[in-house]
């Protein structure tokens, strides 16, 4: 699958539009318990990196959950790209659950407007060849922080964690008792909101073998 970023792109909501955003629909992964979602991903020797860029990752609750959403019913897990092609998982959950231990990791900071960026720098996106992501989410018993995050990059582990909220006590509030696993979120553009973040030129990405499995 190829993918389009024109010159001076950020947002696909957006002109020029760039990217994509859409979920993988008809997948019903709603009693899941843990899901993995796999795919590569090919950058050029020549790619931009910028200032970042949004990579595609699972999500549950409902969607939406991203843009600033304040997450207390859903979550997302999509990966990104910084600077020099520095990665990370971008996290969307509830801000004020979270462990101290996650946001105090020098990798990881919660103090975000938007997402959490959680172990930032832990690798590297490749230019010029292809890299492959395997992340894996397990759900938090409801209420407590222990729900958990892996993220295998070509087949190495770079962040596992064990001190996730993604979700809260399914009694504390009716929307939460809603809060499963949902289909895979594509989303894929340069930003950030502002244009500083977009392309000076125009560029592509190219993806291969996605792939999903849930409760292995």
Same mark, same amino acid.
């Given at each position: 699958?190829?993918?389009?970023?024109? &010159?001076?792109?950020?947002?696909?909501?957006?002109?020029?539009?760039?990217?994509?955003?859409?979920?993988?629909?008809?997948?019903?992964?709603?009693?899941?318990? *843990?899901?993995?979602?796999?795919?590569?991903?090919?950058?050029? !020797?020549?790619?931009?990196?910028?200032?970042?860029?949004?990579?595609?990752?699972?999500?549950?609750?409902?969607?939406?959950?991203?843009?600033? *959403?304040?997450?207390?019913?859903?979550?997302?897990?999509?990966?990104?790209? @910084?600077?020099?092609?520095?990665?990370?998982?971008?996290?969307?959950?509830?801000?004020?659950?979270?462990?101290?231990?996650?946001?105090?990791?020098?990798?990881?900071?919660?103090?975000?407007?938007?997402?959490?960026?959680?172990? @930032?720098?832990?690798?590297?996106?490749?230019?010029?060849?292809?890299? !492959?992501? @395997?992340?894996?989410?397990?759900? !938090?018993?409801?209420?407590?922080?222990?729900?958990?995050?892996?993220?295998?990059?070509?087949?190495?582990?770079?962040?596992? @964690? !064990?001190?996730?909220?993604?979700?809260?006590?399914?009694?504390?509030?009716?929307?939460?008792?809603?809060?499963?696993?949902?289909?895979?979120?594509?989303?894929?553009?340069?930003?950030?909101?502002?244009?500083?973040?977009?392309?000076?030129?125009?560029?592509?990405?190219?993806?291969?073998?996605? &792939?999903?499995?849930?409760?292995?």
């Amino acid at each position: 699958m190829q993918l389009f970023y024109p &010159a001076n792109s950020i947002d696909p909501a957006q002109k020029p539009q760039g990217g994509a955003d859409f979920y993988a629909e008809p997948l019903d992964i709603s009693d899941a318990t *843990n899901v993995t979602l796999e795919y590569s991903v090919f950058f050029p !020797n020549d790619f931009d990196w910028v200032l970042a860029g949004k990579l595609p990752g699972m999500y549950g609750g409902h969607t939406g959950c991203s843009g600033g *959403n304040a997450a207390l019913d859903c979550f997302s897990t999509r990966m990104m790209w @910084r600077q020099d092609g520095e990665g990370e998982l971008y996290l969307y959950a509830p801000k004020d659950k979270q462990t101290k231990e996650l946001c105090d990791d020098p990798k990881s900071s919660c103090d975000e407007a938007y997402g959490l960026s959680i172990g @930032r720098g832990s690798f590297k996106w490749a230019a010029g060849s292809w890299t !492959n992501i @395997r992340q894996t989410i397990s759900l !938090n018993t409801p209420g407590e922080q222990d729900g958990s995050f892996t993220l295998d990059v070509n087949g190495q582990r770079k962040i596992d @964690r !064990n001190d996730v909220f993604y979700r809260e006590d399914l009694g504390s509030r009716k929307s939460h008792a809603k809060t499963t696993h949902a289909p895979p979120k594509t989303t894929t553009f340069f930003g950030g909101h502002e244009e500083k973040y977009a392309t000076p030129r125009d560029q592509y990405v190219w993806f291969k073998d996605f &792939a999903v499995s849930y409760n292995s």
